[in-house]
C-alpha cells in the first residue's frame, strides 16, 4: 500500500470511491433514496476540490488503484473516512486512521471527533471512539441518522 496526500488530478478517483462505497457498502444501513442524496451521480468538482485541498486529505493506494481516502480537518475533525469496496476489512481503514491521528498528535491536539455513519460507527468504536450523541441530519429532505463520536488521544 502506498499512501499519500490529495492533489487536483486525484479528484475523480476519489469522488468515484466516495460514490461507489456508499452506494455498495452504505446500502446496507441506508435506504437507496438516502444513499442517493448523500452521494449523488454530479458532484460540485470545486466544491470537492476545495474541501480536500484544505484539509490533511491521505490517500491509500494498492499499485494505481484508490483503496481508500480519509480527511483531517482542523487538525481535529475525521471528516472523509472511506474505503473502497474491495479493500473493506483488510487494513487500509486502520493504515489511514493512524496516519490522521499521527497528524492531529503533531499538530498538538488532545481530542479526535468525527460524525460516523452507522455503518462506520463499529470501525471508529475498534479505534477507540466513543459514541457522545446519536444525530440526525435533514440532507435535500431525507433524513440521515450518524453518531457524533470522540476519542482522547493526548497523552
Known amino acids: 500500500m502506498i499512501f499519500r496526500t490529495y ?5 475523480k478517483e476519489v ?13 446496507r444501513d441506508y435506504s437507496q433514496e ?5 452521494a449523488p451521480e454530479k458532484f460540485d468538482l470545486e466544491k470537492w476540490d476545495d474541501r480536500m485541498s484544505n484539509s490533511y486529505s491521505v490517500l491509500a493506494f494498492n499499485v494505481e488503484k484508490l483503496a481508500g481516502f480519509a480527511t483531517l480537518v482542523a ?5 472523509f473516512f472511506y474505503i473502497h469496496k ?16 499521527k497528524e492531529a498528535l503533531e499538530l498538538g491536539t488532545e481530542i479526535l471527533t468525527t460524525e460516523a455513519s452507522i455503518t462506520a ?10 459514541v457522545e450523541e446519536k444525530q ?3 440532507v435535500k429532505g431525507v433524513e440521515l441518522n450518524n453518531f457524533r463520536m470522540k476519542k482522547i ?3
Open 153 to 155: 488521544i493526548s497523552s
Open 121 to 130: 460507527k463499529p470501525f471508529f468504536e475498534r479505534m477507540g471512539f466513543e
Open 34 to 38: 438516502q444513499v442517493n442524496v448523500w
Open 75 to 79: 487538525h481535529s475533525l475525521v471528516d
Open 136 to 138: 440526525s441530519k435533514l
Open 7 to 11: 492533489s487536483k488530478k486525484d479528484l
Open 86 to 101: 474491495d479493500f473493506q476489512g483488510r487494513g487500509v481503514g486502520r493504515m489511514l486512521y493512524e496516519l490522521l491521528e
Open 15 to 27: 469522488t468515484q470511491l466516495f460514490y461507489d462505497t456508499i452506494h455498495t457498502i452504505n446500502i
